[in-house]
């Protein structure tokens, strides 16, 4: 631990809340050197979809790197990219009616395909102020951080972050103020001081903001209102795609179509950095090279993640399974809820991006703590880190599932029943 | 092709140079779908210094996946990236007497790790602005994009670039003119209206902006400048590092102490994302997670680039390669010049970073044409991309290397006599 | 007029509605070259509260001029300066319990004033960001413009308008929604994406924006708000101040305490170019010279300022007469909104700061139009121009607004019953 | 004194360096509330050329007021305005050839002025980059103090200084390198880092910057530059103009025609606020109020600048007489330099708009102090506020003159004595 403490920057962070040396990983089991296993309920933050080294992924990637197949290229055309684009057109675009749009291969990070995603946007409208909301996290590059609500990431910037607009999300003021109607006041009148948006950029399940997640009437009106006063509509589904809320982009069953999408994480299949724009092809007005970076087109994460759409997604069944297991899992937590929270304790998040609320920061990072002590790597999020957070990968069997939920009951309750006994002696 | 044509973005763009479908590649050689093999001295645009596919870093990688190693961890401790820490200092930064660095992964593409930088150097210093030079490349995030030159890149932005200043690099206004006294006099001048920098960023060989090398000299001044002014200096190394000018980073020889120094393209050795800030223990004033992002640290890389710091850097045999393979080329290059425009092409660049200035960029795209269908991928780069652009892999044979100056001077033949034929016929 | 046309720019405006030349003027009256006289309802936009040359300070004016006093002498102490902050602080500060604020005189123009204020703030609290408001109005220089909302203003300013968060103003969602407990929100949550901001400036009626007037509650705590995230709080007073509203102070009565107040306009009290910053002692860490301008002082605005001071403001009869005379046209108001438009018109403002919103844009330009054919001028403010709004002179008499009225009653009645006409031509 | 220092903010200034209390002010001479006179070599910094209160202007504006003339009507037409369009067109732009400019008039300081000549030039252009020099002076409200350079008036702005390319006066690296050139190849260069400018900005003779005066040919260089370029040329003559030079612009005898010119300080001749911007016909694309203000079009002020040009410029009397006696004063200077210092004095500067540069601001201000002691008001300039600056009135006596220079004469010799004296000392 000393060589990491004398030689990396102060800025790592995970590792201080999971201070053991992690060398191998399977499905959804994370293993340190000291052969010691947990279950993994980080998943990568969302880019473990599919589990470590799948096995059918990591058949294709060890045969494609034996075979020497290229694995930097810059943007020159390879059979894998070919494979690739082949394969989510055929598999993913054209079976959800997507037929019109392109990918664009940025470098191979979200906040990346972020700025890839703003830029274009304000090129095409020719406005320049872009929409995003409270709670929004969609990078840290200067250009995406000014997209991302977080102080602590904003605070670094050194620059002043500019031209965009900040929105209150669904129900951030709680459910009973209408906030698309807000929106729609704001921009429909010329002396509000909103500058008119090239873009509105959205996370359908906003997942390091605390797991809020939209309706799908609140979506499908903020469609509406881009439509309306001729902003793009971008959905930043670089967290919540990828199959996370049981269909491969969050956004599907609520019939909108975005007019850029920006994907990540979990894309590769295989932890692999990787980013992609879909766009509508009326919007690729990109002159060649005119957004641009070395990584852009990862040829070992086309392989893996082909592979990964061919495996998970010729038919339903793994999107089924999400559902189920998304469900198993809220069955454990509203258990959790009612025995040791009931009022102060919510469930928050859709699919198998689900967590729970706790009273504050402190009782969640205790909670963790103490599942981590007990073989569960697992996080929180939210405006003050006050969601424990279950991010596990979607193919973690059942079992590995209850025996999780068996941790975090018992991290439940030593918490909150601490917490508990405090506010009684402070009451006495 | 059709098939790139209809689902990729029209921002696709080295693919417009070399229209064929590119599967395999060994060493210095790019071979496509259809068998056909080229030398490669694009290289990845610096990506590529051990070459494709290297067999000692293929075993070391192969091994790691077989063997389920962690892919993906955030920036959790792994095996893989202590052992990347212990083999970077032991290797490199101890040699060179570096001890005093700290290295933060990143995002791992160099604008990433450009954007951490300029971040860091804005947070210690309390400053805003930014030095950087004319033709300086660093990126296309709105962070790093600001530092950058090129218009092309610019314009996409969408929105102002703001909080850098533009200086002239070295011998930008020819030789005569010393513009580290021009920064000195503007740096000194309270109403000049550059005001005070937080950090000066700088290629010691700008790649992307035509090879333009600064001395020795022009650099140590650069440094004092930096010192006197209170303004961090900032090596941006992620084309010109790795050892492409002949020693690890390209400025060992001049005995100047960067603040930090920008890593990525060939620091995997194979091709991989991953992107490095090294920066002086003293100034590394972040906070956990105050700059993160998805991919930083990825263990893949981890592994390539160990093998390669092993393979390559354990002892002085590899930099004293690539010197004379540099002379070689350089010779070669020499021959073409004084055969095919002794007053209107000159060489550019040094180490295995160098390149010949064509009178202008047409010519300079015809002769690429004309090699590329010879078995050549060779570029171009330079403000008005005149400059034919030598990249090739390090280990790169000296038998690879005659064949490709033999293919380039049967370009140049081809484009130059082209070019006296219309000269005379215009004259006459 | 054609000699108007050829040699002035088009930006002009207002001659636009009233293409008439105008060539003198006493108290609430305009005559032109040609004899014809109107009543004057625009007031110079809220510059002329005593009215066109009143005697008094018309008197002190010339006396002043033909003594040969200092007319300009950048900051320099003049006798003229010292007798206005004596008597600004004798009768307008210490009354009204104000004994800590000093004064700065900006560049004479409110937006000068505006511009550092915002600058003051920044310095002061070490934070950029500002809050302004829907439909607030600051002035048309980047710094002022950034926080003024009107789109027309906005969109000529060519660079991106930076550093402000836009929040609704009292009553902009309708009165059932809490806009300061917004903000509370907004302000208390580490991930919304506003910075902390280091002001909040507020006009306490927004003049341009359409006459909406925030309650005392609001207002009230607004300022708490301000309290509680360490925001300095900023009353542009530029309009709505010198006595428009009923009080010097617009905010006079709501028991609040600005950290700065702007003030121009009717602070002459002649017409003059005259602004000032009143900030409370503590903050006042300006340098010398820091924020400066050539005309800061203009020494014949300090004599009529006095003299109006002096003639108007010792004792509270005046005051008084102009909550009397806002009555007075409130009621006229009244009676129009009843007889023409009991459903579609309402009346906003407060004091002397009020007009009538009609259905539209169009119908109040109409209104604007008839009623100059009659005799009076008056303009329209608010987002859609669709507040048709009565600025004029504070010393106006009763006559005098009896004679505005009747024009105004038959211009609603013409433009109103043919609006009717209208519809049911339409509906028929 | 106390009354002041209570009561009136720390960034006054001037009052400072003159700590009295002036009351009269007659031609070139200030006298103070006791009776002391003064000889004025500030001239308001340039605002009061034709000196304080002259008869004919006071004249003039006592008539004006004594009669009732409108004093504020926005922009709307008025009699006063009127004459001065025809006035200035007739006397000042058709003598010149200038017949196709138009006159906007902003709010009524310099600042603005150029607030609004950079909005248009953007809007006109549709690009925001702009050119402004080292030294340069043109304002402290946010768009305007982005093209100024004095680091003092930067530092306060609390945001980014955004949109604005520095580049090098005329001989600002000494008069062997040619700025020009190096702004062309900048310019021409498209990976240099300059983004297009929509205008150059630029003082012909630099008034706060230290008196530094472009030659002819550089002037006219760089408009040329600016047609290459598709750039506009806004020249800043708020301080220069108005006959400062010998003649009323500045550029007159240049032969260059810019786009725009910025006029304010001397323009109303009397020391009251106003400023203009005269533009070419074909760039008014200003649509109405798009750039507005409450006190644009003084109607005091343009009483007094119509009598200022019907008295001073209906023939060349006054421009020879201006001429002769800026002759006068640089000889004066010319036996000060060689007296004092031939070796470490210098003069600077053109026409009455001349000064002499000290070693050091030190030495520059105890001149200045010597001097006010003993009768005359005079400042300094530069970027080390080491310039000893001479603006007095153009309308100065000869009597006058010399009794200055004998007194500045003395102040010279009591400062450099003692520093040679210093200087003695510390060698022996």
Redesign the interface.
């Known amino acids: 631990?000393k060589?990491?403490e004398?030689?990396?920057?102060?800025?790592?962070?995970?590792?201080?809340s999971?201070?053991?040396?992690?060398?191998?990983?399977?499905g959804a089991e994370?293993i340190t050197?000291d052969g010691k296993s947990y279950i993994d309920f980080?998943g990568?933050?969302?880019?473990?979809n599919y589990g470590?080294?799948h096995p059918v992924l990591?058949e294709a990637?060890?045969d494609y790197?034996?075979?020497?197949?290229?694995?930097?290229?810059?943007?020159?055309?390879?059979?894998?990219?070919?494979r690739f684009?082949?394969t989510f057109?055929r598999l993913i675009l054209k079976p959800r009616g997507m037929h019109d749009y392109?990918?664009?291969?940025t470098?191979?990070?979200?906040?990346?395909a972020v700025?890839a995603a703003?830029?274009l946007?304000?090129?095409v409208t020719g406005r320049?102020n872009i929409i995003?909301?409270?709670?929004?996290?969609h990078?840290?590059?200067?250009?995406?951080l000014?997209a991302?609500?977080?102080?602590?990431?904003?605070?670094?910037?050194?620059?002043?972050?500019?031209?965009?607009?900040?929105m209150?999300y669904a129900n951030?003021?709680g459910d009973k103020?209408n906030t698309i109607g807000?929106m729609d006041?704001?921009l429909g009148?010329?002396?509000?001081?909103?500058?008119?948006p090239?873009a509105v950029i959205v996370e359908v399940v906003q997942g390091?903001?605390?797991l809020n997640a939209a309706s799908a009437e609140w979506v499908r009106k903020l469609e509406k209102l881009c439509r309306k006063h001729g902003m793009l509509l971008i959905v930043d589904d670089?967290q919540a795609g990828c199959g996370r809320t049981g269909s491969f982009f969050s956004f599907e069953e609520m019939g909108i179509k975005p007019d850029m999408i920006t994907l990540?994480?979990s894309l590769s299949g295989?932890?692999?950095?990787f980013a992609m724009?879909l766009?509508r092809k009326e919007l690729?007005?990109?002159?060649?090279?005119?957004?641009?970076?070395?990584?852009r087109g990862?040829n070992?994460a086309f392989v893996t993640a082909t592979a990964a759409i061919e495996h998970f997604w010729r038919d339903d069944q793994f999107a089924k399974s999400v559902r189920a297991k998304g469900k198993r899992i809220a069955d454990g937590m509203n258990k959790i809820v009612r025995r040791y929270g009931p009022y102060s304790l919510f469930i928050k998040g859709r699919g198998m991006m689900i967590g729970i609320s706790c009273p504050d920061g402190d009782s969640a990072a205790a909670i963790c703590r103490h599942a981590f002590e007990h073989g569960l790597v697992i996080e929180t999020s939210?405006?003050?880190s006050e969601v424990v957070k279950c991010l596990c990968p979607l193919i973690i069997s059942e079992a590995q599932i209850d025996k999780a939920m068996t941790i975090l009951d018992a991290a439940f309750a030593a918490v909150m029943s601490e917490q508990t006994a405090n506010q009684a002696s402070q009451a006495s």
Chains 1, 2, 3, 4 share one sequence.
């Open positions: 631990m060589l990491f004398l030689n990396e920057s102060s800025v790592r962070s995970y590792c201080r999971f201070p053991v040396v992690f060398d191998q990983a399977r994370l050197r980080l990568g933050a969302g880019t473990l470590h080294n990591k990637l060890l790197i034996d075979n020497d197949g290229i694995t930097h290229g810059l943007d020159m055309y390879s059979d894998a990219k070919e684009l082949e057109s392109v990918m664009q291969f470098g191979p990070t979200g906040t990346n700025e703003l830029k946007a304000r090129k320049s995003s909301f409270t709670n929004g996290f990078g840290c590059s200067i250009g995406a000014a991302t609500g977080n102080q602590h990431h904003r605070g670094a910037a050194g620059v002043p972050l500019t031209d965009v607009s900040r209150p951030y003021f103020v807000m006041k704001l009148d010329p002396s509000s001081g909103i500058d008119k090239a390091e903001g605390g670089i990540s994480k295989f932890g692999l950095p724009v766009l690729d007005q990109w002159k060649p090279g005119e957004h641009n970076g070395t990584f990862n070992h939210g405006a003050h």
